[in-house]
């Protein structure tokens, strides 16, 4: 147990109370009421159904998928799904909110409690609570800045399906909230429920903090909206709380209220009061019926499930004996996960595991591209350490192999062949090639002889030098023992 | 014969043995539009050419030999329902000329089985009315009048007002309608012909602008039980497109009217002995069980306890659910816009919504702003639902007891304009008999039985159980033979 993180004010430490609400944009082909697309980027108005556009006489027929990946959202954070929810409207008027009311499950969520494991730098793991997670339809995006007096509409977001999820205030640190919402993101990702991709908006967090005494009940929380990114979020938190610590200090009261963050600056500002706070007169959309779940369906989709991270990771340090961070860092994206995995099938994982962490994450870096776009596939780097294996190549030279690779995109084999990069196992060459080191450097050999151990790898470098580091150098080492006698 | 005087199957026995083509039935009632609507303003738009297009098609198809189970027959439109390519107002400003791009699943069924569409037919605005006075497009006039006092102009009824007028001023053979808590039934009655609010899922919503979503229900008007069994079954049927249409297989209605009422066992609610009722719908009430017991039918007196509270109940459920069903009219996306240079947003929201809708929307969309609001949402709302459940709950203990429940359709007679307008209370008591149906989502038909002493039409009332149209079909037509009603409005087409 790490010690609990605290913020000096001017009086003393505070702790900070920390909850999240994160937006997930479902991953389904049509969105949540209507049968219209849901691809990123596509000209505005262009995927908008009469019933996204809130048409009078239109009406909304719940997608099945979208159930689906929430119901297997659910199962992934270990929650109750709740065989019978219902759909609510939240009213209020907004450009682009056309129908005049969102439809979103407030009363009675598609999943109930549940928990998140998250591990933090100390290596220490900690549990978050998940209060609930319900559908809702996403608004449409209301654009400020095309017209000098004019505000433009993109009807395209509006009725995507969303999952909000809840957390519990169990976070007492930005550390904390940035691991909950990463891990969040990375069970989404492997179920294939939320593309996670913050920078489209599929991903969004509301941040409730709170800041209070060591030994305190909670405080007034404020909501920072609206965050989308993993370090803002962590940066909204500080600032927040720094905030709040000042008011009390200062002999203030912190008001419950919204607010934004300003990213440029690095503080939050104030959005809306309470007492501005909409009535969404909330009501059960009749237009619904309530949302019953077969339990043998839940089932169905509860086997179909991946394997999670956690239990990825588990087995990773079970079966393949690997250190408790190299699986995390192997496990932390699913592709990552999935290329390892085919580098180290009926191969040393151990080896397997340092090639990736080491010279294919350093080349992913240096060429700006990503594990689903790899310079080198997992099937040549596999190919390249079975070269090693079977002698073929030294540890160096496949390290040479692999840059050019890496160059070339070509498969390791057509590369030895072409630079004859083959590692010379031949003892004849080597034998002359020791034999003539030695003889031009025989004063060097007297000093060897004299007891200069050190001597030996001059003389193993010499002979690398001369065999153009082709050859094996387990050979190379044992024809010189033997030849320096 | 004229050939506006036809009933809907007549005309359809008349079409396929060639005594009359779709363009003579259709022309003729046009005609009777064009002669009619200035006065009665039941359109509030007429498609003209396109019924004329409609009807030779029809005839051309009959004529290869593929008619349809409508083809050719002229119906008129409640201009709630969308036509793609059609101007659909509900009635109201706000909709300005808001031309859908699709058709509402009922008037495409009724399209795909042949029917012509002679126009959108007047209504209250937003279907939110009992005496199609709130129209932003004119009331419409009853065709009937008082025997004393024939100057007086009566209402039609409401909301689907426009529809009950045309169809007994023989301006339409049948037409459509909704029925939220009263609006086919009580305009029927009000204008001596026959409709029916079938049991709530039984036709899709979809493309029908919505009122109140929980309680909304198509139906069709004619002039007899038969004509309006024929078009509900064009107009039923499961649709994938309305989460709350229901999937079960839709009868032959038309077959159900010729089946006998013996042995069915028919409720009377004594609840629906209302003080100070009229003698003569207390009388008119009395006739039909007798009419019914003379046809082998039994009567049993039953309870429906929380009848009292069926209004109220429904007073804040219909609102509600209004509320947020008209925030969609907003000025943003299609519909009327009211601005001036330098509005911001919610500017631009209130002069809109305050130009756009009539008084008595505004007050709905009050009260149910009110009743779903934070505080007072368990004591209205919530108490409502709660009361929906046990009006629900006495009528599937009434099915216990009887098959199927005959009470007045309205607490009197079609009112003068100007009469009932001045208290909105007085206004909603019309439908007093009718709105228990809809908390309970009961098939509710309501079938002409007899006149007023000034000669105006009283019509009863026969409930079913949940997807039973058929014995409500039944007792419906037993009623029409009974009362063998053929007394005509003063203004109709041919007189």
């Known amino acids: 147990m790490s010690a609990t993180y605290t913020l000096e004010g001017r009086t003393g430490p505070w702790e900070l109370v920390i909850g999240l609400e994160v937006h997930a944009q479902v991953v389904s082909n049509a969105k949540l009421f209507s049968g219209a697309a849901t691809a990123f980027g596509a000209e505005p108005n262009t995927q908008v159904s009469f019933i996204d556009a809130g048409f009078p006489g239109m009406l909304p027929v719940i997608n099945r998928e979208c159930v689906a990946q929430a119901i297997r959202t659910g199962l992934g954070l270990n929650a109750q799904i709740n065989l019978w929810s219902r759909f609510d409207r939240k009213n209020y008027f907004y450009a682009d909110l056309p129908q005049g009311y969102q439809i979103s499950q407030y009363a009675h969520p598609i999943v109930g409690k549940g928990a998140v494991e998250i591990t933090l730098s100390d290596g220490t793991t900690k549990t978050i609570g998940i209060t609930r997670l319900h559908l809702e339809q996403d608004a449409g995006k209301s654009l400020h800045d095309q017209h000098p007096t004019k505000t433009f509409v993109d009807l395209n977001r509006s009725g995507i399906a969303l999952m909000e999820i809840v957390s519990e205030p169990d976070m007492r640190s930005p550390e904390e909230a940035g691991a909950y919402l990463a891990k969040l993101r990375q069970i989404m990702r492997y179920l294939g429920t939320c593309d996670g991709n913050m920078e489209e908006g599929s991903l969004r967090a509301d941040v409730n903090v709170s800041v209070r005494r060591p030994g305190e009940g909670y405080r007034t929380r404020c909501e920072v909206k609206n965050i989308n990114s993993i370090r803002f979020v962590m940066q909204a938190i500080e600032a927040e709380a720094r905030r709040q610590i000042a008011v009390w200090e200062e002999g203030g009261e912190v008001e419950q209220e919204t607010r934004l963050f300003d990213t440029g600056r690095g503080v939050t500002r104030s959005m809306r009061s309470k007492e501005e706070a909409h009535d969404y007169r909330y009501f059960p959309d009749p237009d619904l019926p309530p949302l019953v779940l077969d339990e043998a369906w839940v089932e169905e989709l509860r086997r179909g499930l991946p394997e999670l991270p956690d239990a990825r990771k588990a087995r990773y340090m079970r079966d393949f004996g690997l250190p408790a961070y190299d699986a995390s860092v192997l496990v932390a994206e699913k592709e990552t996960a999935a290329y390892y995995e085919e580098v180290a099938r009926g191969r040393d994982p151990k080896l397997a595991a340092n090639w990736v962490m080491g010279d294919l994450f350093a080349a992913l870096n240096r060429t700006k591209r990503t594990i689903e776009d790899p310079p080198v596939s997992a099937r040549d780097l596999g190919a390249l350490l079975d070269l090693m294996k079977d002698g073929t190549l030294s540890g160096k030279l496949a390290k040479e192999v692999f840059e050019a690779m890496v160059e070339t995109g070509k498969p390791p084999g057509a590369i030895v062949e072409e630079r004859g990069l083959r590692q010379v196992t031949d003892t004849g060459a080597i034998e002359a090639a020791v034999s003539k080191v030695l003889a031009a450097n025989a004063d060097k050999v007297a000093e060897y002889k004299a007891g200069k151990d050190k001597l030996f790898g001059f003389f193993v470098g010499q002979v690398m030098k001369a065999m153009q580091g082709k050859a094996n150098p387990a050979l190379v080492n044992e024809t010189l023992k033997r030849a320096l006698g | ?495």
């Open chain 2, 1 to 495: 014969m004229h050939p506006t005087d036809f009933t809907l199957a007549g005309a359809l026995a008349a079409l396929e043995e060639g005594a009359i083509s779709a363009v003579e039935l259709t022309r003729a009632h046009l005609d009777a539009i064009e002669a009619l609507n200035p006065r009665l303003n039941a359109f509030i738009t007429v498609t003209a050419e396109q019924a004329m297009a409609a009807a030779r098609e029809s005839d051309a198809r009959r004529a290869r030999g593929e008619a349809r189970p409508l083809e050719g027959i002229p119906l008129a439109v409640k201009d709630l329902f969308c036509t793609a390519g059609v101007r659909t107002t509900a009635a109201s400003r706000i909709l300005g000329n808001f031309v859908p791009p699709y058709e509402s699943t009922v008037t495409a069924q009724l399209l795909r089985d042949g029917a012509v569409f002679l126009g959108k037919a007047n209504l209250d605005e937003f279907a939110m009315g009992s005496s199609n006075l709130t129209s932003a497009f004119g009331p419409v006039e009853n065709p009937w009048s008082r025997r004393d006092d024939p100057e007086t102009k009566l209402v039609p009824g409401g909301s689907s007002g426009g529809s009950a007028a045309a169809v007994a001023a023989r301006m339409a053979l049948g037409a459509t309608g909704t029925d939220t808590g009263g609006s086919i039934r009580q305009p029927a009655a009000f204008c001596g012909v026959v409709g029916i609010k079938p049991t709530y899922g039984r036709c899709s919503r979809f493309g029908i602008v919505a009122f109140a979503s929980s309680l909304d229900q198509a139906g069709p008007f004619a002039r007899t039980v038969e004509d309006c069994a024929i078009l509900l079954r064009s107009m039923s049927g499961h649709d994938p497109k309305d989460s709350t249409s229901a999937n079960v297989p839709v009868p032959d209605f038309a077959a159900a009217c010729k089946r006998s009422v013996k042995g069915l066992r028919i409720g009377v609610p004594k609840e629906y002995r209302l003080d100070g009722m009229p003698a003569e719908i207390e009388a008119l009430w009395r006739q039909g069980l007798d009419w019914l017991h003379a046809e082998g039918a039994e009567t049993v007196e039953i309870s429906l306890p929380h009848t009292k509270y069926a209004l109220p109940t429904y007073y804040i459920v219909a609102p509600a659910e209004a509320s947020s069903n008209l925030a969609r009219y907003d000025g943003v996306r299609y519909g009327l816009r009211v601005e001036e240079k330098g509005d911001d947003l919610r500017t631009m929201y209130e002069r809109t919504r305050a130009a756009g809708f009539g008084a008595e929307v505004k007050r709905r969309i009050m009260i149910g702003t009110y009743v779903l609001s934070a505080g007072y949402y368990e004591a209205y709302y919530l108490k409502a639902q709660k009361v929906r459940a046990l009006i629900a709950r006495d009528f599937d203990q009434a099915w216990e007891k009887v098959d199927a429940i005959v009470t007045p359709a309205t607490p009197s007679a079609a009112f003068a304009m100007g009469e009932k307008t001045d208290d909105p209370v007085t206004m909603y008591l019309n439908d007093v008999f009718t709105v228990t149906a809809n908390l309970a989502g009961l098939p509710g038909l309501a079938v002409p039985a007899g006149l007023d002493a000034q000669g105006l039409p009283l019509g009863l009332q026969v409930i079913g159980r949940a997807f039973d149209e058929e014995t409500v079909f039944a007792v419906g037509a037993a009623i029409e033979r009974a009362a063998d009603f053929k007394a005509l409005p003063r203004v109709r087409a041919g007189a």
